[in-house]
């Protein structure tokens, strides 16, 4: 499966967006500061935004797209 991504730099406003696709949607926030996300209204990731980017001091940067953080690894729960 072909998938495109549009990267994006405004280096002016120093604001780099990442988009998996043109559904129209909306901008929320993550659990970082410097990253907002994209989502359709179903909640769907469709791309990322990072503000400050070249001021960023926390390398690399990091954070939980559509809210959904993993569950703990149990060492002691087999996998499906």
Do not use: C
């Not at 405004?10 to 990253?35: C, H, K, Q």
């Not at 994209?38 to 954070?63: H, M």
């Amino acid at each position: 499966m072909v998938q495109s991504v549009k990267i994006w730099f405004d280096s002016e406003a120093d604001f780099l967006e990442v988009l998996f696709s043109d559904t129209p949607g909306y901008m929320r926030e993550t659990d970082n500061d410097a990253i907002l996300e994209r989502v359709d209204n179903q909640g769907n990731v469709l791309g990322f935004s990072v503000l400050n980017v070249s001021q960023s001091k926390e390398k690399p940067l990091f954070a939980y797209l559509a809210h959904q953080k993993p569950e703990p690894h149990n060492p002691n729960q087999l996998s499906a």
